[in-house]
């Protein structure tokens, strides 16, 4: 298998390894050459589209104290819950037990980078095979079913 | 696993309302697409040349088709890390071949034969019979050669309870995958510098698809005739919208972090992935790659522009 080829990254990272990394920003993380080449490109470009502010973001209304004063979603489940808004401008903020898929915020379209992005933040790789569309039914499942054991408060910024 | 979203609430249609009109232009050109496919026709499982490994010193993709060029990253790497790249950018993209061509297989053949079908499914006996060939040839080469397929990260499609639309968008969404597919085909069948086993295999599928290419715009252009006839403004423009999400989303599929790490790129493929596709370069190398589709939808009244979030 691939013998003419470099032995290729490991495709999946350690547990532990994922979970440290999940406390960390993408802007502070150490990038590779390329990245970094490609970040100062595209970001010229945003500037150019955008002013000198570049791209805009938003911040989750999740990422606030509860009422109550419980504390608010994991950082995860905050940068989940704005990929899914940035397609439905008009959602303010998605509640926890929202249906995702009867509602269409999450639908097949969207999927595949939906699915990148939880890759990237508990730093395993899915096969679609072996989930289920209930997994994805609520925020709350989510969690639940891919997010439990990531450390609290993580720090990830999209 | 599948998501189902909400369906478009409209009324049954019957085989006639939901098939288009076969002029005799398209009866013309389906006759012409079966003795075409006769004469084509060889044993596809001996046709090729398949040497026991190919060189890693090579590209086995052309390296305008791979998807860093034009960055400023492309210009960064070694000759060694393009080729390598390009090596499993080629396996990559054989491997959503396989995961369309299945898609593809299966929605055609819940159809022919079919109420509404009769007058396509002879040329449809020889679609179908290509594609299973295609399969072949493209499975094969990512299991000898790649190490086998990268893994499919699609989930089943939405489907479109009122049965026109759902149709109109099956053929639709297959015209769009081929067309786009058929943009690397057609370049990489007559690039010299890649093995011959890679030209032999894109030459082959680009003139198979060719005739797939012709007879699903007659199709497609039918059935929405069909549907600005007999269904709302609104539920149209839905569908313009939801094909155009369609092509954003099989030109997204292309961008793998799977295969940047294999590569050896990077540690953090996620964060390339998507930088990639935020790129400028990169996004005018999509409208290049969309453009022969987008045009003839645009000229067949499929769509009011082509305009489309790449």
Known sequence: MMAQLPTPVAYTIAPTVARQAFTTTIESSPVSPIESTLRTSVYAHETDRHGTEGPSTRVSPLALPNEDGSPPLSPALQTLESFLREDHPELETIGLDQDLIDSRILDSLRFMNFIFLLEELTGNPFEIDRISVDDFRTLRTIESRFLAGLIPGGAYVR | ?310
């Open chain 2, 1 to 310: 696993m599948e998501l189902t979203a909400h369906s478009i609430p409209a009324s049954a249609g019957t085989a006639s309302e939901t098939s288009p009109r076969l002029s005799s232009r398209f009866e013309q050109l389906l006759s012409r697409l079966c003795g075409l496919s006769v004469e084509d026709r060889s044993n596809i499982y001996q046709r090729f040349v398949w040497p026991d490994s190919l060189p890693s010193n090579a590209y086995w993709m052309s390296p305008s088709l791979t998807t860093l060029y034009g960055t400023p990253a492309w210009e960064e790497l070694t000759e060694t890390q393009r080729q390598t790249l390009s090596q499993r950018e080629s396996i990559h993209f054989y491997s959503l071949n396989v995961h369309g061509e299945r898609e593809l297989l299966t929605e055609v053949i819940s159809r022919i034969h079919t109420p509404g079908f009769e007058p396509f499914s002879e040329y449809l006996h020889h679609f179908v019979g290509e594609e299973n060939e295609h399969m072949w040839y493209f499975s094969r080469f990512c299991q000898q050669y790649g190490g086998g397929l990268y893994p499919d990260k699609r989930v089943p499609v939405r489907k479109f309870e009122d049965p026109l639309a759902e149709r109109f968008i099956v053929f639709a969404r297959i015209e769009i995958f081929e067309e786009l597919v058929d943009y690397f085909n057609s370049r990489m069948g007559e690039d010299a510098s890649l093995p011959p086993i890679v030209c032999a295999l894109n030459s082959a599928h680009h003139r198979d698809e060719s005739r797939h290419v012709a007879f699903g715009r007659e199709l497609v252009s039918g059935l929405h005739q069909n549907l600005r006839q007999t269904r709302s403004a609104e539920l149209v423009q839905e569908l313009e919208i939801y094909l155009k999400r369609y092509m954003s989303s099989i030109l997204q599929s292309l961008y793998n972090p799977a295969v940047y790490r294999d590569a050896g790129l990077t540690q953090d493929a996620y964060a390339l992935r998507r930088t990639l596709l935020a790129h400028p370069v990169r996004k005018q190398r999509h409208q290049d790659m969309l453009k022969r589709t987008l045009t003839a939808f645009v000229n067949e009244g499929i769509f009011q522009n082509s305009e489309v979030p790449v």
